[in-house]
């Protein structure tokens, strides 16, 4: 079963870029979208955006203008970026691989998650 | 757009059934069969229970089940165990490959 492992700094200055990687094991990118998830503290899940292997990209409205996704596909690792950060971005932060069936998509591999905390 | 909503807590006893609602609008829950489901232990992975509104992946077990009614979708739990003290999040798609998480729903078993 494929693993998913994100990584990158644990804390963020406010107005910095939040940036991760989710490397992948145990499988390619090849085929597959995949997502970033986020879980402020006491809040519920929110959708980041998705990335397809071939580079395509689509983000949630609310963060759109502060989101970029890459993909690098000889490490296997794809790549969030996240502008302008305040301290309502911080949040355990998910990197999950869609599983697509016919016409719909749900999550079906999910990596532990990382706490970013955004402070000065 | 708002999260969809869940109930913030439910309880059952062993061996009892619970059901988790998902109230959404026309525009997500009500016009998609594309909800899902997903159990969360402290600490782990999110994992999948339910998808297109009813369907088990693969090692689900059938304790588990989906359903939808208008604006609002439901996952029941049938014969509680100690091990479904979890963490349950809906999911829905919303048009224009979006989605949208419900609030999470803690499942205590008495």
């Known amino acids: 079963q494929v693993q998913l492992q994100e990584s990158g700094p644990g804390l963020v200055k406010p107005s910095e870029t939040l940036s991760l990687s989710c490397t992948v094991s145990g499988g390619s990118l090849t085929n597959y979208y995949w997502s970033w998830i986020r879980q402020p503290p006491g809040e519920g899940l929110e959708w980041i955006g998705y990335?397809?292997?071939?580079?395509?990209?689509n983000y949630n409205p609310s963060l759109n203008s502060r989101v970029t996704m890459s993909v690098d596909m000889a490490r296997n690792q794809f790549s969030l970026q996240l502008t302008s950060v305040t301290a309502t971005d911080t949040a355990v932060y998910h990197c999950?691989?869609?599983?697509?069936?016919?016409?719909?998509?749900?999550?079906?591999?999910w990596g532990q998650g990382m706490l970013v905390t955004v402070s000065s | 757009q708002s999260a969809l909503t869940q109930p913030r807590s439910v309880s059952g006893s062993p061996g009892q059934s619970v059901t988790i609602s998902c109230t959404g609008t026309s525009s997500d829950v009500g016009r998609y069969n594309y909800v899902s489901w997903y159990q969360r232990h402290p600490g782990k992975a999110p994992k999948v229970l339910i998808y297109d509104v009813n369907k088990r992946p693969s090692g689900v077990p059938d304790r588990f089940s989906g359903s939808k009614s208008g604006n609002t979708a439901s996952l029941t739990i049938s014969g509680l165990q100690a091990e479904d003290a979890a963490d349950y999040y809906c999911c829905s798609y919303v048009g224009t490959y979006t989605v949208l998480f419900g609030g999470g729903t803690k499942l205590t078993v008495l």
């Open positions: 990335i397809h292997y071939s580079g395509s990209t």
């Open positions: 999950a691989r869609e599983m697509c069936t016919g016409g719909s998509c749900f999550f079906g591999d």
